[in-house]
């Protein structure tokens, strides 16, 4: 089993920068997807980037050009820089594994990200 722990979500003003950290514990393999979700109050959970087994970036386009999401296979950790934060991208943030063969994923508990204006 994979389990996740985000971090690095907090309070910001809009136009800030926040870092967001997802630590993964047990086997991750290289060819997992990643991604990190968010769920903003009132609307459903939404796919905001992805790393795919390929090793492909995708991005959602609301966040194209202001987050940048990367992962580090050694420390089993992904990661998803947001700069030029809107008040909009005020949401609990979840970062996610999918390991397509096993049909598996696993999910983090969530980090709170706000951003004021």
């Known amino acids: 089993q994979v389990q996740l722990v985000e971090s690095g979500g907090g309070l910001v003003q809009a136009g800030g920068s926040l870092r967001l950290s997802c630590a993964a514990s047990?086997?991750?393999?290289?060819?997992?997807?990643v991604g990190w979700y968010r769920r903003a109050p009132g609307k459903q959970r939404e796919l905001v980037a992805q790393?795919?087994?390929?090793?492909?970036?995708n991005y959602a386009d609301f966040v194209k050009g202001r987050f940048t999401m990367s992962r580090d296979n050694a420390k089993k950790t992904m990661y998803l820089q947001m700069n030029s934060l809107k008040p909009e991208d005020t949401a609990v943030y979840y970062c996610?594994?999918?390991?397509?063969?096993?049909?598996?994923?696993?999910w983090g508990q969530g980090t709170q990200v706000a951003v004021s204006s």
């Open positions: 996610n594994v999918y390991r397509s063969w096993a049909n598996y994923d696993s």
């Open positions: 047990g086997k991750i393999f290289t060819n997992d997807a």
């Open positions: 790393i795919t087994g390929g090793g492909s970036t």
